[in-house]
């Protein structure tokens, strides 16, 4: 698990590797991630938007924005935490997922980025 906090929101990031599949007549190795947002700020926050960076091994990169996180907004008070699990897609056994979270402080109405720390997507068979 990874874990990193901005502006005290703590962001941790936990992967399982979900098994491989044909697809257009080519492999495809399918990883899960469950992320959980802990707000351990003084002021109640809402994600508004994501921004992921997607690499897998054979240097191919998938940049991926959206509203909210697996279609909510969640709005987190003081010592609140959301959970969510997605999922994405590599052509190899390998590969790196990170990015950032846009929220809203409500207190002072200003935006800022959360960042998701760089975690690994790993096949166990293909580890040495």
């Known amino acids: 698990m990874v874990t990193q906090i901005t502006r005290g ?6 992967t399982t590797f979900e098994g491989t599949y044909f697809k257009n007549h080519k492999m495809h190795f399918a990883f899960s991630y469950h ?15 994501r921004h ?13 924005d959206g509203e ?10 003081p010592g609140e935490t959301h959970t969510y699990s997605s999922g994405c897609l ?3 056994p390998f590969g790196t997922m990170q990015g950032h979270f846009n929220m809203v402080n409500f207190t002072s109405t200003k935006a800022f980025k959360v960042i998701v720390p760089a975690f690994r997507l790993s096949a166990p068979f293909a580890l040495n």
């Open 9 to 14: 929101i703590k962001i941790s990031v936990l």
């Open 35 to 49: 992320i959980t947002i802990e707000n351990h700020s003084k002021d109640s926050v809402q994600l508004m938007a």
């Open 52 to 64: 992921w960076e997607i690499y897998d091994a054979l240097n191919d990169v998938e940049m991926v």
């Open 68 to 77: 909210g996180v697996i279609g909510k907004k969640p709005v987190l008070k």
């Open 90 to 92: 590599l052509c190899s």
